[in-house]
C-alpha cells in the first residue's frame, strides 16, 4: 500500500499577520513558513502506520501545491520521514484550485491511503480533502481522528458529537484528519535531516484550472482588550464583573 | 569567500576585514535552519514542560532527556560520520549550540557531553578507542564527562596531583588522586581524567570508565543555578586503567586540556547566544502584558532602554559568534587541503582561534548576566519569584564567567596571547604600533568629506584599533617582561580590543545585510550599530585612560591622542533605542 499526505505551507501560527495592498494581500515578508499542523500530524500518523507495517506500507509521499519557496516545507517533511516529495509549481488560489491541480497529478500517480488535514491554519476553508475525493471519485471519511491498518483493512474513528464512531472503508480513500489523528508531532531528527538531502522531490507543473472564488480584501480583528486576573477567592468580583462589564449574566 | 586572507589570532587588530569576507546569520541554509528548528523543537517537547522536575537534579530525568537528544541525532552533530556522527561544519555546531543553549541547566550537561566529554576523544583518541567509546557518545548509548579541575588545581590547571603510574605488568596505570566540580559527575559512563604519569611536568590524559574499581563519586554539589546539572567530586584510589585508554601521547593532556577549552569557549559564547535570545523573548512578552498606571510598561521609555540593550548586545555577540564560527570552517578547510592528520584538522582550526575564542567568552557571558539581570528587572516583583523561568535564568547565567577558565583567566588571555603569536612573529603588532606612537599629534583619521555611513563607522573602528595599538606600545615599554603582572593593565588592553572585536563584527555584518535586505530593510540594524559603537567609543576611552594613567609615561600626550580617537559624531541613541525595542515590542520576540 501507498500513503499520500497533501501538505499546505503556512505561516508559522505565531506570526503577526499583515496585509498589504488595501488590504487584499497577506505581507509575506519575514513570514517563517511551517507545515500546516494538521498535515503534519496526518504525516505523522502516516509514518507510525508505516514503521509498524512490517512493509506492508511500501512508501509515504507528500504532496503541495506552491511555488518553489514552498520546498523548505517539503524538505521538512522528507526529513520527517516521508519518502519522496511532489510539488505541483502554482500558488495555490481557492480550495478548488488546489485539489483540481492535486486531482490531475493523482489520476497519473496511484495511492491508496490519501490523508488531508481538515483545515490549513491560514485560510481554514476546510474544504480541498472533500473536493479531492469528489474530483478523484473514491469514498471519503472527514474528521478521522484514529487511523490503523489491521489485516489489510482500514480502521478509521471519527469523533461525533459525544462520542466516536468506528468505519472502515475500501482504498482508495480521502481520510480528512482532526488533531487527535497523532499526539505530537515528529521532530525530525539529524538522520533524517541529512537524508532528506537526497531524497526525490518531483515538481509538476499545474494544469488550467480557474479559481471559483476571489479573495476581495482582508480584516484584522479588533484588538482584545486585556485579560482581567481575579483571584480564585474574589469569587464576588467576577460575578460582578460578568454582571456589569462584560454584560454576559 | 574565495580569496580570503585567513587572519592569524588577534590580527584583526591590525588588519581590515571585507564585509564580503565575513559570514553573517542570515546567510543560515535551509539544512542548518531545520537542525536548528529540530533543537527548538526538542527544548519545547521534551525539556520546557519539565524545567522544575530537571531542577530537582534527579539523575534519571536528565539522562532520559540526553538519551532522547541521542536518538534525535543531536549528540553527534560534531563528530565524524565513521563514528555515529553527523560530521556538521563549525557554524552548524554553533547553531545547534546556541539553539539548546536557552535549555538551563539541561544546555549545560548537552555541552559537557557532547562538546568537553566527547571530542577529546574525538579529536586525540586513536581509531580504537574512537570506534569504542565515540561511537557510543555520539548516540547517547554513553554518557561523558571532563575532568581536570581539582580542588587545588583550578585556574591553574597543570598543577593538579592526580598521578597515574605504569603498572609491574606494564599494562595499566595504576590512577590516585582527587578531581573537582565535575559536570554529568552523578551519571556519566566515561570521564576523560587529566593526570600526571609519574613524575612528568605535563598532564597526560586517560580514558576511566565509571565502574572501574576505585572510582568513588561523590554527591551532587548543591549550586546556586542550573541545579539539574550533576556537579560532583570524583576520587580515583588505585583505579587500574589500562593503558590502552591513555589519550594521545604522553604528556600531550595539557595541550590536550587548552584546545578543548578553547573550543569550549567559542561554544559557550553560542551558547550563552541562545539563552540571551530566550530572556529578551520572556522579557518583552512580560512587558507586554504588564500594566500599571493604566499602561502597558513597554510604553516607558526606561523598560525600552532595557528592552533595547539587551537587544543591540545580543545582536552585536551574535554577529562576533558566526563571523568567528566560518572563519574556524574556513581554517578546516584549509586544513584538509594542507594533509594534516585528518582528526585534528578541526582542533588545529579551532584553537588557532584562541584570542577570539576568549574574547567571545569573557563578552559573551558579561552580555548574558547583563540581559538577565534585565529581564528579572523587567518582571519587577514578579523576577524575584521562583516560579519564572527569568529567576532561575537569572541563576543559571552566574556559572558561565566561572567554568571554561575563568573570566579573569581568558580576559589576560586576550591581550596576552594577542602579544604572544605576535611576539613569535606571526604577524606585526610591535612594529606598527611603535610607528604609531612615534606621531601622536596627528593620529586620529578625520571624517573625509564624502564619507558614506559605513566608511564612517569603519574610521572609527580602525581609531580604536589605534587607541589598542597605542597601549600595547606604552606598556610593553614601560613594564617589558613584567606587563604579565600588571594584570589591570592586560585588562584594560583586552578590553580595547572585545570592544573592536565585537565593533567590527557588527559592522560588518550590518554592511553586509544592506546587500541582502536593502537600505530600508536594514535601517534598524543600522541603529544598533549607532548605539554600540557610540558606546564603544567612551568604554574604549575609559579603558586607555586607566591603562595610560597607570603607565605614567606621557600620559598628556597619550589621553589626548585617545580623546581624538575615541572622537564620534553624536547620534540620538535615546531614538535609535527606542526603534530597536519598538521593534521588539511589535514583534513581541527577538526578531532582528
Ligand atoms: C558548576 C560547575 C561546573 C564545572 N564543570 C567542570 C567540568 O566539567 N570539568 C572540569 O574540569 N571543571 C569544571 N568546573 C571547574 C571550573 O572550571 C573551575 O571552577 C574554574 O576553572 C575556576 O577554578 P577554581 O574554582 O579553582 O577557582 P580559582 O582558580 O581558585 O580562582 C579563584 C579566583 O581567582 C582568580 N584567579 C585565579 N588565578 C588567577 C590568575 N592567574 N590571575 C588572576 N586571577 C586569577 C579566578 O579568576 C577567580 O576569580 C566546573 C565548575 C563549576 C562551578
Redesign the interface.
Known amino acids: 500500500m501507498k500513503i499520500l499526505v497533501c501538505i499546505s505551507n503556512v505561516p508559522d501560527t ?1 506570526t ?1 499577520i499583515k496585509f498589504t495592498n488595501n488590504g487584499t494581500s497577506f505581507d509575506k515578508t ?1 513570514v517563517q513558513w511551517i507545515i500546516n499542523p494538521w498535515d503534519e500530524l496526518a504525516l505523522t500518523r502516516a509514518m507510525d502506520i508505516k514503521d509498524a507495517s512490517g512493509g506492508a506500507i511500501e512508501s509515504v509521499t507528500v504532496i503541495n501545491v506552491g511555488l518553489a519557496d514552498s ?2 516545507t517539503i ?2 517533511a522528507l ?1 520527517i520521514g516521508a519518502d519522496k516529495g511532489i510539488r505541483i509549481n502554482a500558488e495555490p488560489k481557492d480550495s478548488y484550485f488546489v485539489a483540481a491541480q492535486l486531482a490531475e497529478v493523482l489520476k497519473k500517480e496511484s495511492f491508496d491511503i490519501i490523508l488531508c488535514g481538515i483545515e490549513s491554519s491560514d485560510f481554514n476553508s476546510s474544504c480541498t480533502g472533500g473536493m479531492l475525493s469528489e474530483l478523484l471519485d473514491v469514498p471519503s471519511v472527514s474528521s478521522v481522528s484514529f487511523l490503523n491498518i489491521e489485516n489489510g483493512q482500514v480502521k478509521i474513528k471519527r469523533e461525533i458529537d459525544g462520542g466516536n464512531e468506528s468505519v472502515s472503508t475500501s482504498v482508495p480513500f480521502v481520510g480528512i484528519v482532526q488533531k487527535g489523528i497523532a499526539i ?1 508531532p515528529r ?5 533524517g ?2 537524508s ?2 537526497t531524497k526525490p522531490l518531483q515538481v509538476f507543473e499545474p494544469v488550467q484550472v480557474d479559481a471559483l472564488v476571489e479573495y476581495v480584501n482582508y480584516e484584522l480583528p479588533q484588538p482584545k482588550s ?1 485579560c482581567k486576573k481575579i483571584e480564585p477567592e474574589n469569587v464576588k468580583e467576577l460575578v460582578n464583573l460578568l454582571h456589569n462589564e462584560a454584560k454576559l449574566i | 569567500m574565495e580569496n580570503k586572507k585567513i587572519l592569524k589570532s588577534g590580527e584583526f587588530l591590525v588588519e581590515e576585514t571585507e564585509a564580503k569576507n565575513v559570514f553573517i546569520p542570515e546567510e543560515f541554509n535551509e539544512e542548518q535552519k531545520m537542525i536548528a528548528q529540530t533543537c527548538q523543537d526538542f527544548l519545547e517537547t521534551e525539556i520546557y514542560p519539565k524545567l522544575d522536575e530537571i531542577d530537582t537534579g534527579k539523575h534519571e530525568i536528565m539522562v532520559a532527556a540526553l538519551k532522547k537528544a541521542g536518538e534525535l541525532g543531536l549528540l553527534g552533530i560534531a563528530v565524524p560520520e565513521e563514528y555515529n556522527g553527523f560530521g556538521q561544519n563549525f557554524v552548524t555546531q554553533m547553531l545547534a549550540a546556541e539553539t539548546i543553549g536557552a535549555g538551563y541547566s539541561f544546555s549545560v550537561a548537552f555541552m559537557a557531553h557532547s562538546g568537553i566529554g566527547t571530542l577529546p576523544i574525538a579529536y586525540y583518541g586513536n581509531d580504537e578507542q574512537r570506534k569504542k567509546y565515540v561511537s557510543k557518545l555520539a548516540t547517547g548509548e554513553l554518557i561523558g564527562a571532563y575532568c581536570l579541575t581539582e580542588p587545588n588545581a583550578g585556574s591553574d590547571a597543570n598543577s593538579g596531583k592526580t598521578q597515574a603510574k605504569l603498572s609491574e605488568d606494564g599494562k595499566h596505570y595504576i590512577m590516585n588522586g582527587q578531581k573537582m566540580w565535575i559536570t554529568n559527575a552523578g551519571f556519566a559512563d566515561l570521564q576523560t581524567v587529566f593526570a600526571k604519569i609519574d613524575n612528568d611536568r605535563c598532564l597526560s590524559a586517560f580514558i576511566v570508565e565509571r565502574n572501574y574499581p576505585g572510582v568513588v563519586i561523590n554527591v551532587d554539589e548543591k549550586k546556586m543555578g542550573i541545579k539539574g546539572s550533576s556537579t560532583a567530586q570524583i576520587f580515583y584510589n588505585d583505579v587500574k586503567v589500562p593503558v590502552e585508554n591513555l589519550v594521545g601521547a604522553r604528556g600531550e593532556g595539557f595541550r590536550v586540556a587548552l584546545t578543548i577549552l578553547h573550543m569550549g569557549r567559542i561554544k559557550l559564547g553560542a551558547n550563552v547566544l541562545g539563552a540571551a535570545k530566550k530572556a529578551i523573548n520572556d522579557s518583552v512578552r512580560y512587558a507586554n502584558e504588564r500594566k500599571q498606571f493604566g499602561v502597558l510598561i513597554s510604553t516607558f521609555g526606561a523598560i525600552k532602554h532595557k528592552l533595547a540593550e539587551q537587544v543591540i548586545k545580543t545582536f552585536a555577540i551574535e554577529s562576533a559568534v558566526y563571523r568567528v564560527s566560518s572563519d574556524i570552517d574556513d581554517l578546516i578547510e584549509q586544513n584538509k587541503k594542507s594533509g594534516m592528520d585528518k582528526g585534528r584538522v578541526s582542533i588545529e582550526a579551532i584553537s588557532h582561534y584562541a584570542v577570539e575564542a576568549a574574547i567571545l567568552k569573557v563578552y559573551s557571558s558579561e552580555v548574558l548576566d547583563f540581559v538577565v539581570d534585565e529581564a528579572v528587572q523587567i518582571y519587577g516583583g514578579m523576577g524575584y519569584s521562583a516560579e519564572m523561568t527569568v529567576e532561575k535564568g537569572y541563576r543559571d547565567s552566574r556559572i558561565n564567567r566561572i567554568f571554561e577558565g575563568t573570566n579573569e583567566i581568558n580576559r589576560l588571555l586576550v591581550s596576552d596571547t594577542a602579544m604572544k603569536k605576535a611576539m613569535k612573529g606571526e604577524f606585526d603588532l610591535f612594529g606598527i604600533a611603535e610607528k604609531l606612537s612615534a606621531n601622536l599629534s596627528n593620529i586620529a583619521e578625520k571624517k573625509n568629506s564624502n564619507e558614506n555611513y559605513y566608511a564612517e563607522k569603519k574610521r572609527y573602528i580602525r581609531n580604536f584599533k589605534k587607541v589598542a595599538l597605542l597601549a600595547i606600545n606604552a606598556a610593553t615599554k614601560k613594564f617589558d617582561k613584567k606587563l604579565i603582572s600588571e594584570q589591570e593593565v592586560l585588562n584594560n588592553i583586552s578590553d580595547i580590543m572585545m570592544e573592536i572585536y565585537i565593533g567590527e563584527s557588527t559592522l560588518l555584518r550590518v554592511e553586509k545585510l544592506e546587500t541582502l535586505k536593502g537600505n530600508e530593510g536594514v535601517k534598524i540594524y543600522k541603529d544598533m550599530l549607532d548605539v554600540l559603537v557610540f558606546d564603544s567609543a567612551e568604554k574604549v576611552r575609559k579603558s586607555a585612560v586607566d591603562a595610560f594613567s597607570a603607565i605614567e609615561d606621557n600620559v598628556d600626550k597619550l589621553i589626548n591622542a585617545v580623546n581624538d580617537l575615541t572622537d564620534v559624531l553624536s547620534v540620538n541613541i535615546k531614538n535609535a533605542r527606542r526603534r530597536v525595542a519598538d521593534k521588539l515590542i511589535e514583534d513581541n520576540k527577538y526578531k532582528f
Open positions: 505565531t503577526k519575514d520546498e523548505p524538505r521538512k526529513a505530537e521532530i525530525p531528527s539529524m538522520r535531516i541529512m532528506a538531502r486585556a
